[in-house]
C-alpha cells in the first residue's frame, strides 16, 4: 500500500516535539513542511526528512501532489485551514480544538461531507493504551459504565477571551472533554459551577443513563501531573488512571488489569503512551482504508458542542441540554 503523501503546515515548539517525531510510525511520506518562518521550516525538513520548504501554504498545494495536510498551527485558523485544504482535495488532520466554535467546527463538517475527504482532530487522550484498555475493560467485562469521575488540573492560564491559547476551558480541558465521550458516550446534560475560568465543577448525565463529575482547575502546578480518572461499571467493576498512562483494573478488591510503562519519561510524556503516536498512525491508515477515523470531525463537533454546553452551564450556573448535534 502506498504511503500517504503529507505536507505539514506548521514548524512550531509542540508539533517539533510532539507531532513530527511520530511521522517515522506511521505509513507517511513527508512531502513538505511550511512555516512563515522559513528557518524553521528548514530545519524541521532537515531533522524529520522533509523534502521540500515552503512559507506559502497555498503554493505547496499548487506545486505538489498531496494526499493530506497535517495542520499545526493557531486554533483560530484550524477551520479556515481545514476547509481551504479539503477543497483543494487533501485529508486533513489539525491540532485540537477543530475550531474555537461549535459552529465553526460544523461548518468544517459540511465541507467534509460535501468533498467526501476526512478531516480529523488531535484528541490524543482516546489513543493512549491505558484509557483505550479502560474503556474495553468496563464495556467488555464490567457491564458498562455507571460513573465517570475525572480531575484534570494544569498551572496558572491567562484566560484571555481574544487569544484561544490563553483559555483553560478550551485549549486544556477539551482533552478531557473529548475523553469523556470517548469513554463514556454521549452526554444528555451538564450541570456547572464555576467562581471564575479558572475554575469548574461539573455534573453529567449520559444519554445511557450514567453519570459522572467533571473537577477542572488551573490552580495547580504545571510540573506536577494531575490527571486522574475513574471509571465505575456494574457487578464491582471499576478501574482507575492517572497521568493517561497508568491503569488498574479491579473486580472487587483483586486487580484484574494492569498497565504501566516500563520507562520513566520527564513531565509525564510519552509520544506511545499519551497518545500522539497512535493518533498519527489513525490519520494515515484511515485514509489508506479510505474509512472515518477515530477522532473524525464528526465526533469532535459533538466534542465542541459539550464544551459550549459546560460554558453556558457555567455561566448561568444551571442545567444545560446538549444539542443532539
Known amino acids: 500500500m502506498s504511503l500517504v503523501k503529507i505536507g505539514f503546515i506548521g514548524a512550531g515548539g509542540l508539533s517539533s516535539r510532539r507531532i513530527y517525531p511520530c511521522l517515522k510510525y506511521a505509513p507517511i511520506s513527508l512531502e513538505a513542511v511550511c512555516d512563515l518562518d522559513q528557518a524553521k521550516a528548514e530545519k524541521n525538513a532537515r531533522l524529520f526528512g522533509g523534502k521540500r520548504v515552503y512559507t506559502d501554504h ?65 484528541f490524543k487522550k482516546r489513543f493512549a493504551p491505558a484509557y483505550q484498555k479502560a474503556k474495553k475493560f468496563i464495556e467488555e467485562e464490567g457491564g458498562g459504565l455507571t460513573l ?15 487569544n484561544p491559547r490563553s483559555q483553560f476551558l478550551l485549549d486544556f480541558t477539551i482533552h478531557l472533554i473529548d475523553l469523556t465521550r470517548f469513554l463514556g458516550g454521549e452526554v444528555a446534560e451538564v450541570h456547572a459551577f464555576s467562581p471564575d475560568p479558572s475554575t469548574y465543577a461539573i455534573s453529567l448525565r449520559f444519554q445511557s443513563g450514567a453519570v459522572g ?33 497508568e491503569l488498574h483494573a479491579f473486580v472487587d478488591d483483586r486487580i484484574a488489569l494492569w498497565h504501566k510503562p516500563s520507562f520513566s519519561t520527564s513531565v509525564g510524556d510519552s509520544l506511545i503512551e499519551t497518545g500522539f503516536a497512535g493518533e498519527i498512525v489513525e490519520f494515515a491508515t484511515a485514509i489508506q482504508q479510505n474509512r472515518e477515523p477515530e477522532s473524525s470531525i464528526a465526533s469532535s463537533y459533538r466534542t465542541m458542542l459539550l464544551y459550549e454546553a459546560i460554558l453556558e452551564a457555567a455561566v448561568k450556573q444551571d442545567r444545560i441540554q446538549v444539542p443532539a448535534g
Open 58 to 122: 497555498r503554493k505547496m498545494f499548487d506545486e505538489l501532489d498531496l494526499d493530506a495536510v497535517i495542520v499545526c498551527v493557531a486554533p483560530q485558523i484550524h477551520s479556515q485551514l481545514a476547509i481551504e485544504a479539503m477543497e483543494r482535495g487533501l485529508h486533513v488532520y489539525t491540532e485540537k480544538p477543530p475550531a474555537v466554535t461549535a459552529a465553526d467546527a460544523k461548518r468544517v463538517l459540511d465541507v467534509s461531507r460535501r468533498t467526501g475527504k476526512t478531516c480529523m482532530t488531535a
Open 148 to 162: 465517570l469521575s475525572v480531575d484534570y488540573c494544569s498551572g496558572f492560564y491567562r484566560n484571555d477571551p481574544d
Open 213 to 245: 463529575t467533571l473537577a477542572f482547575s488551573s490552580n495547580r502546578s504545571w510540573n506536577v501531573s494531575t490527571e486522574k480518572v475513574e471509571l465505575t461499571g456494574s457487578s464491582n467493576y471499576f478501574a482507575t488512571i492517572e497521568n493517561s498512562t
